[in-house]
């Protein structure tokens, strides 16, 4: 009887320390008191970012982990041989509110999102790269995450751009600065995936209505990043079902590394200028070109092209191909400074007339070709 109950004593012992043993380990991987474990086992206090609006220059080379958190590159695996531009898949799990994720390709950032999770592409060169992620959270703690990859050859770019499901837009103005111009907020939508009208079943539509005269509405789509890229072919397909509906229709690529942003915006102004106009970066102006442009016929597709270069800090149009005519533009620009969100995408905006007439804008075929 008394060796039963000694043996219950010890077997309840031992379940004890287990049970001890297994709240310590618990609380070491969670942390005291419900905190993460990052935070409770962090052995310093970072410094919080003193303006979360603001974006700062990244570092290079970049930062080391700070008490770090969750950060996943599910894809693509560490020495795996790829094409550029190469997917890449990146979910960081911070204790407080993200502040950034940054991309580097051998130290240089390309590659800047607001966002917890990345699903874009990186551009690089043939052979070997290191690639790093940094994600840095509102309370200042940073995570870190790094590989390496194989570049073996080079696709045509990014394709199918309409399908992404990334896309972003506004209206006026976005956090105090102005976004779309224009005389106020429009009313606009986009549906992807749509089958008619569409060239090969799967087009984007875009609708602008709204009350205010003159609104507009401004979708862009990060495709993600790289320096070694300097020439760019934008070539898509457009429709517009009431032809005479829009003000002007607006078509932009960006890329952005190292402190400068080099834009390429162009639109074709239907009711002031009667001209395709393109942007000026370091002024922040629209200049008209010599290449007419009137209103486009409803209901009809139409195939834009634009070619483009990077010429040290530079912007080059090149030429514009619209509705099968080519038009030589050739213009220089000096680019934007002092801009420090790293990036790679395209644009398209839509504007509003003087009764700021509804109308719906199908993209199709939109590609980003960079050989």
Not at 169 to 190: F, P, Q, R
Request: aromatic share 10%; with cysteine.
């Amino acid at each position: 009887m008394r060796s039963n109950i000694s043996s219950r004593r010890i077997q309840l012992s031992a379940l004890i320390t287990r049970s001890v043993l297994l709240v310590l380990l618990l609380g070491i991987l969670a942390g005291c008191g419900g905190l993460p474990a990052n935070v409770a086992n962090c052995a310093v206090t970072p410094t919080p970012p003193a303006n979360t609006s603001i974006v700062p220059p990244a570092q290079e080379p970049p930062p080391n982990a700070l008490c770090g958190f969750p950060l996943t590159v599910s894809s693509p695996g560490n020495g795996a041989s790829v094409h550029s531009p190469m997917p890449i898949t990146v979910i960081a799990s911070p204790p407080d509110p993200n502040y950034i994720v940054r991309l580097y390709v051998d130290g240089l950032a390309v590659v800047y999102t607001p966002d917890a999770s990345i699903n874009q592409f990186l551009w690089m060169a043939n052979g070997q790269h290191t690639i790093e992620v940094v994600a840095e959270d509102t309370a200042g703690y940073i995570a870190t995450a790094s590989m390496q990859v194989n570049v073996v050859a080079q696709d045509v770019g990014a394709t199918d751009i309409q399908d992404r499901t990334n896309w972003v837009s506004c209206s006026a103005v976005i956090a105090g600065s102005t976004c779309a111009a224009g005389h106020g907020v429009a009313e606009s939508t986009l549906s992807l995936d749509q089958a008619t009208p569409s060239l090969d079943g799967s087009a984007a539509k875009f609708s602008l209505a709204g009350s205010h005269a003159y609104s507009n509405e401004l979708y862009w789509t990060p495709l993600g990043g790289g320096s070694n890229v300097s020439h760019f072919s934008l070539d898509l397909w457009f429709y517009v079902d009431v032809g005479d509906a829009p003000q002007s229709l607006e078509f932009d690529v960006n890329q952005t590394f190292g402190g400068t942003r080099w834009t390429w915006g162009s639109q074709c102004d239907f009711d002031q200028t009667h001209h395709w106009t393109i942007w000026d970066p370091l002024n922040e102006v629209w200049v008209p070109t010599s290449v007419a442009c009137n209103h486009f016929p409803s209901n009809t597709w139409i195939h834009l092209i634009w070619t483009l270069e990077r010429v040290g800090n530079q912007v080059h149009y090149i030429t514009l191909s619209v509705a099968d005519q080519t038009y030589n533009v050739d213009t220089y620009y000096t680019a934007q400074q002092n801009w420090f969100q790293e990036e790679i995408d395209i644009a398209f905006q839509m504007d509003g007339n003087y009764k700021q007439q509804p109308y719906n804008v199908w993209l199709d075929k939109v590609n980003l070709f960079t050989n």
